[in-house]
């Protein structure tokens, strides 16, 4: 573990339910934009925001939503997503939003 890390382990015990609370907020924000269970990885899927364990493209679901997909229909469509993929992508896309216009301009070419 890096010395920043090793601190924080060594500190979290003492720490209240209340301060930890804030420490995860804190490190919300510092996150900004990013979403859980999304992952960028150069290479895979052109480096766009995708869900992770899988190749399927933020930009690619936020695209069907906006066709008028149901969650239910994508979610029969991609049997490896799960509702709790949908949601990280959805709040991915609420959050980086010129990020998603970009990626689908770009595949719509």
Request: charged fraction near 25%.
């Amino acid at each position: 573990m890096t010395t920043g890390l090793n601190t924080i382990h060594e500190i979290l015990p003492r720490l209240s339910p209340g301060e930890k609370a804030q420490l995860l907020q804190w490190i919300a924000l510092d996150l900004g934009g990013s979403a859980p269970g999304i992952d960028k990885t150069p290479g895979v899927c052109g480096g766009d925001a995708r869900v992770v364990r899988t190749r399927i493209p933020v930009w690619t679901l936020e695209q069907a939503r906006r066709l008028g997909v149901s969650e239910a229909v994508l979610l029969a469509s991609y049997p490896t997503l799960r509702a709790e993929d949908l949601a990280n992508a959805w709040h991915y896309a609420r959050h980086n939003p010129a990020e998603i216009e970009r990626a689908i301009a770009e595949n719509e070419e």
